[in-house]
């Protein structure tokens, strides 16, 4: 909104350094000090409200040290990271752009998902909060959506490089790389970053390349089902990890710095061609998204690390792992997402191998048997007698190693 002022202003009246509005990395810096504003502010009085209306966490005793002291923290304090993304983002983002659309649509979509989920746990006293069936809907149902935008809306694109004559009836540009000249067109593409393929770019449609000819109309099929899978995953990976103080959150920090620096590399003409990866028209405006990310993300874990004073529930656990997902497909770098949410994986991993393992044991031998003291794998640390704090800090570690080496993939040939 204020960017529409100010581009106003600055248009009918010359006001001098008001034009500074229409830098990115202006309007990120702002949108990462209005969010962190929102969260610490005003989350404290949320926090106190939360407190005053008992909502509470219900904790079940699983044996772990301090456990039961977390017992009554309030909890649904995903509101304060909703909040600390959406104000900043209204405020400054081109709200136009459809890219910053899909993005609030992923925040609230999930939010209300989580939202619903807690709500139900916390006022309605069911444990057991709402149907796995109906989260996994809503999920596959915002897949849905995203996928369907992405694949068939005019002005998402992408920019790649060409030869004369050029298939695409487009506009041809052309600029000169080094002394060489290079031919470019916007065009619609199934393509996404892959690193240690020929020039990191796959595209979808080869996946089924072995049935024969045609395989290309089947390209949206396997786009579907690919962006399907991984905002279920990230989604519920990011609610399994949200087991401990301040462990989702600073993880979620993390990968969303990695994520801003990557959608301003995609969305900058000049980086993304110097640097040789794929250049994704108006991209670049996801920047102040990830900027209010951050800020939300950090603001939050000044309540939320150890000892928590909320706790964020599904209510942001759901959001913010969306959020990573969806922002992951946008700048089409979600093939990245094994590697930068590495720790959501593991958790994810972990549970489904002590599940699994359990079941078959227990079938062929008649009692079950675990791998881990207990999962997702924070809880066998605990059980192992680490303390929170130790914790949270070496998967936080792991976290920026993991950012680092996925970065660094992106020019490996």
């Known amino acids: 909104m204020l960017y529409y002022l100010f581009s106003y202003l600055n248009k009918n009246y010359s006001i001098p350094g008001i034009g500074v509005f229409q830098y990115i990395t202006f309007r990120m810096a702002m949108a990462v000090i209005v969010s ?37 923290t309030p909890t649904m304090g995903g509101i304060i990271i909703i909040l600390g993304i959406l104000i900043p983002t209204l405020l400054f983002a081109k709200l136009d752009n459809i890219y910053i659309i899909m993005m609030l649509v992923t925040t609230i979509w999930l939010g209300l998902i989580g939202f619903l989920d807690d709500y139900i746990k916390v006022f309605k006293k069911n444990k057991e909060g709402l149907a796995g069936k109906f989260k996994i809907t809503g999920q596959v149902g915002l897949a849905l959506i995203i996928g369907w935008t992405m694949y068939f ?24 790389r080094g002394d060489k000249p290079v031919y470019t ?33 089947y390209a949206l099929l396997v786009f579907m089902l690919f962006v399907i899978v991984i905002i279920t995953a990230v989604s519920n990976g990011a609610n399994i990890t949200d087991g401990i103080d301040g462990l989702a959150t600073g993880t ?11 959608a301003y590399v995609s969305g900058n003409t000049l980086i993304a061609d110097y640097l040789n990866i794929m250049y994704i028209p108006n991209s670049g405006e996801l920047v102040i998204f990830a900027g209010a990310f951050v800020g939300a993300c950090v603001g939050f ?45 593991v958790e994810n991993l972990s549970v489904i191998m002590q599940v699994s393992w359990f079941k078959f044991t227990k079938k062929r031998y008649g009692e079950g048997r675990r791998i881990f003291l207990m999962a997702p794998l924070h809880h ?25 080496i996925t970065v660094i993939t992106l020019k490996l040939r």
């Open 153 to 176: 809306h005019t002005n998402i694109t992408i920019r790649q490089e060409v030869k004369l004559p050029v298939k695409y009836d487009v506009p041809v540009d052309f600029h000169m």
């Open 36 to 72: 962190l504003l929102v969260t610490t502010v005003y989350g404290r009085r949320l926090i106190d409200y939360l407190r005053f209306k008992q909502v509470g966490e219900t904790v079940r005793n699983l044996g772990l040290e301090g456990q039961m002291q977390k017992s009554g």
């Open 301 to 345: 874990l000044w309540y939320n690390s150890y000892p928590a004073q909320v706790f964020m529930g599904d209510t942001g656990s759901l959001a913010i792992g969306g959020i990573i997902a969806v922002f992951a497909i946008i700048i089409r770098k979600e093939l990245l997402v094994p590697v930068l949410c590495g720790v959501f994986l």
């Open 252 to 262: 979620s920090a993390i990968i969303g710095l990695t994520l801003a620096i990557l």
């Open 185 to 217: 067109q916007d065009v619609k593409s199934t393509k996404t970053t892959m690193p240690f393929y020929k020039n990191n770019e796959f595209d979808y449609a080869k996946v089924l390349k072995f049935i024969g000819h045609g395989y290309e109309q």
């Open 380 to 404: 066998h640390y605990q059980k192992k007698g680490f303390h929170e704090s130790k914790i949270v800090t070496r998967f936080w570690i792991i976290c920026i190693m993991l950012a680092i």
